[in-house]
């Protein structure tokens, strides 16, 4: 016969005995892993982010987070012989410091991800600026946007493409040389929208190709967003698939 504390116990030990077969059975599920020219995302580097993020999964269907994402990134490069220190909560610019390389870190997993083009839902806030129903307006904010990228070095995305049967992830660098081509951007503000301030759009083109444009959202948070970035111009670090 059980004694209370017996009875008391025994659903909590079917319930570790259960979250140790799942992490069993999903490190033992096959991973592929895609090795790109790094200079910091190496062998050893893709292997252990890669079973964090499967790791992850076992306890979790969302997607791995911004948090996890610089708390791995940091963890896993100093075992790897980085030096990878995290800036304070709250920093107005980078997220990390690599090997003396200030970073700014986004995450990407929205329903309509698209597997050619990147969009960073929040790049920056735009604060309490110049604003209103004048498309010269925009000039400021696309001032602030580039002022606001002397702050860090280097941009990475860690986006997560889900699939039917499959989780897929991919580390990818955004150039800074990519997006000062705002400087000579075309403006559009939408006129039509009964918003204030209005949001409005600053497109960069090559030649008759868009790559990329910033769009101002006049909601109240009054953020920048960063949409339809040519996935081609950027830079590939590494990626991950495995079975959901």
């Known amino acids: 016969m059980n004694t209370p504390l017996e009875t008391q116990t025994a659903p909590a030990a079917l319930m570790e005995e259960r979250e140790v077969k799942g992490v069993l059975d999903a490190m033992a ?134 699939h039917v049967g499959s989780r897929h992830y991919e580390l990818v660098e955004i150039p800074k040389s990519l997006l000062e081509l705002a400087a000579d951007g075309t403006f559009e503000m939408k006129h039509d929208s009964t918003q204030n301030p209005r949001p409005g759009y600053c497109r960069v083109h090559d030649g008759v190709e868009l790559l990329f444009e910033l769009y101002f959202d006049g909601g109240g948070e009054r953020k920048l967003q960063v949409r339809h970035l040519l996935k081609q111009r950027c830079i590939m670090h590494a990626e991950w698939r495995f079975p959901r």
């Open 29 to 162: 599920q096959p991973i592929t892993p895609t090795a790109y020219h790094s200079d910091f995302a190496g062998e050893r580097f893709i292997a252990d982010f890669g079973d964090t993020l499967r790791l992850h999964h076992v306890f979790s269907e969302e997607p791995f987070t911004k948090d996890k994402f610089e708390y791995a990134l940091s963890v896993i490069l100093s075992a790897c012989g980085h030096r990878a220190a995290l800036a304070p909560k709250g920093n107005p610019g980078r997220d990390i410091e690599i090997d003396g390389k200030r970073f700014s870190l986004k995450t990407q997993a929205d329903k309509g991800i698209k597997a050619t083009t990147l969009h960073i839902s929040k790049f920056m806030e735009l604060g309490k600026g110049k604003w209103g129903t004048d498309e010269r307006d925009l000039k400021g904010l696309r001032d602030q946007f580039l002022a606001h990228m002397q702050q860090y070095d280097r941009i990475l995305s860690l986006r997560y493409l889900s």
